[in-house]
Structure formats: C-alpha cells, structure tokens
C-alpha cells in the first residue's frame, strides 16, 4: 500500500514536470523560428496545460477504465470551476474580461450540454448502454477545430481565452537542449500517466470504491495542478483575466480534445450516475456567471472565491459519502 501511494505521488510530479518540460522545449523551438508569444501560449502552452488530463484519460480509455477517462475530466473541470478560481480569487479578485462573459463562459455550457447530449444514449434513445462513441470523439474533436478557430480569430482583441505568455520570457535553448527536454517531458507524461491510473485502479479495487470517485477527486485534482500553477501566478502578478481566461479554455478543452482524442482511441462506456456530476459541472459554471454580476460586475472577489472554495469542499464531502 505504502508503495503505491509513493508511486501514484511519483507519476503527478512526473506528469506536471513532463508538461513543464514539453512546454518549455517545444516553446524554445517556436520562439526561436519566429512565432510570436500569443500563438505559443494560444497552442503549445495551452496544450501542454491539458497533457495531463489527456494522458490519464487516454492510457485510462486504453485499459478500460472508464470511470477514471470521465471521472478525471468531469472532476477536474469541477475543481478548476470551483477550486482553482476559488484560490486565485483570494490571491488577488479576478477581473472578467467581457469577451469571456459573453462568449468562453457560455461556450463552456454549450460544451457540457454537448458532452453530456452524446453520453446519455441510454435516457435520450432507450439503448441498452451509454457510451462515448468513436463517432462522438470525432465530433467532439470538430468542435474543438471551431474553438480553436475563434481563439485565433479574436487574437487582436488581445482576448484571454486560453493561457497566454505575452509577459513571461521564453528561454531559448540550442536544437538539442530543446529536443532533450521535449523527449523527457513526453517521456515524464508516459510514464506519470501510467503511474497515476494503475495505481488508482488499485486504490478503487484495494477500498471497495468506483473508478469514477477515484477520478472525480484524486486523479482530478493532481491533473488540475497546471492550471493551478498557472491561474494562481496570474492573479499573483496582477494579470487576473488571464487567470480566468485559463481556466474556462481548460475547461474547454477538457470536454472537446480531451474527451474527444480519448473516446476516438477507444469508446468509453458511461456510468449513469455521473449525470449527476454533469449536472454539478452545469450549475457551478452557471454560479460562476451569477457571482461575475454581482457585487462588482465582472469581478470575483475574496468573499465569492470562499464561497467557491467552500462550495467544492462540500462536494467532495457529498462524494465520499456516496461512495
């Protein structure tokens, strides 16, 4: 047992430094062959802050655990909704650009109601099971294709959807240095992400407990540690909308490449049971639109980052208790 929590600890440090490493050489490369810092932090950084659930999501496809692929990316927007926001409110309150209101935010429900749409085969046409086709993951992926288009397609607004590094030096490395750390960091992902579902399987079997809870708490929030990163710094350094902006495209992200590279490898079965989590994804996200208009419009406040924070501690508490 000891053992194994030594090893599931040892594959998120491997996880988040493998992503730190791909970033860091796969941003040297970028910068050094002249492409600017928006379109880095836009692909490669935003990217990178997802290796991590799509890595434990996919080798969790890949070996049949399905609990853990849904479980990590449903948990893991719940507690970059809930948590992450809630902490980088209380560093510093969040100023929400308008953009994000009207269009990220609402495109983050569009893509809940999408995902949430295509797993319920069993309730919406009375199939025998619910499951999250090769058919649905290409169709996710086409959206994901759109959002990508609009990031891009506002980039002169200077818009935060996705987490960008307009203020951060890039390090430049030689060719070699660079592929060296690009290697260890794919490598830091393999292994850290086969470290985290072989262990969590075995946590889920060793206490009589669901994949899925397994997923919703642990693996979520050891893979939600990029944005945490990433959002608490911003907010630290002043850049709050940033710090918002990370959070509601990893969101994105989440639903629509990494659930859809995930269920395009192999088709993952649905557990019923998880709509109600869905449905906690929903309100939360619909919540966080509620505290952006009121009391300042278009800030978080510490006074609304505690109440995120105490809201995801009693979801947690629910989790437990339901088993």
């Not at 080798?59 to 049949?64: D, E, P, Q, R």
Request: charged residues 10%; contains cysteine; aromatic residues 12%.
């Amino acid at each position: 047992m000891v053992l194994n929590i030594i090893l599931f600890i040892l594959g998120f440090i491997f996880l988040v430094k493998g992503a730190d490493f791909l970033v860091e050489g796969s941003s040297s490369v970028a910068k050094k062959y002249g492409i600017s810092n928006f379109v880095i932090g836009l692909t490669i950084v935003a990217f990178g802050t997802s290796m991590p659930e799509l890595i434990v999501s996919a080798v969790a496809s890949i070996k049949g655990s399905a609990g853990v692929a849904m479980g990590n990316i449903i948990g893991s927007n719940i507690s970059n909704t809930l948590l992450i926001l809630g902490i980088s409110a209380m560093i510093r309150p969040l100023i929400v650009k308008k953009n994000t209101v009207n269009k990220e935010i609402p495109l983050s429900l569009l893509a809940i109601l999408a995902v949430g749409f295509l797993v319920n085969d069993y309730l919406i046409d009375g199939a025998s099971v619910s499951i999250l086709s090769r058919i649905d993951g290409f169709i996710l992926i086409l959206f994901f294709v759109i959002f990508i288009y609009y990031t891009f397609g506002i980039s002169k607004e200077k818009e935060g959807i996705v987490e960008h590094i307009h203020d951060e030096k890039i390090l430049i490395y030689n060719n070699s240095t660079s592929f060296i750390l690009i290697i260890f960091g794919l490598l830091g992902l393999f292994f850290g992400g086969q470290l985290i579902v072989n262990n969590a399987i075995f946590f889920a079997q060793y206490f009589g407990l669901s994949e899925a809870l397994i997923g919703l708490t642990v693996v979520a929030i050891g893979t939600s540690l990029p944005e945490l990163a990433a959002s608490g710094m911003a907010a630290y350094r002043g850049h709050t909308d940033i710090a918002v902006g990370n959070i509601v495209g990893s969101n994105i992200f989440n639903l629509f490449w990494v659930l859809g590279i995930s269920s395009s490898i192999r088709s993952i079965p649905f557990e019923i049971a998880l709509n109600f989590d869905f449905i906690v994804l929903f309100v939360v996200t619909i919540l966080l639109l509620f505290l952006i208009f009121t009391g300042k419009k278009h800030e978080l406040d510490k006074r609304e980052g505690r109440v995120l924070i105490g809201i995801y501690v009693c979801y947690i508490a629910f989790l437990i208790i339901r088993g």
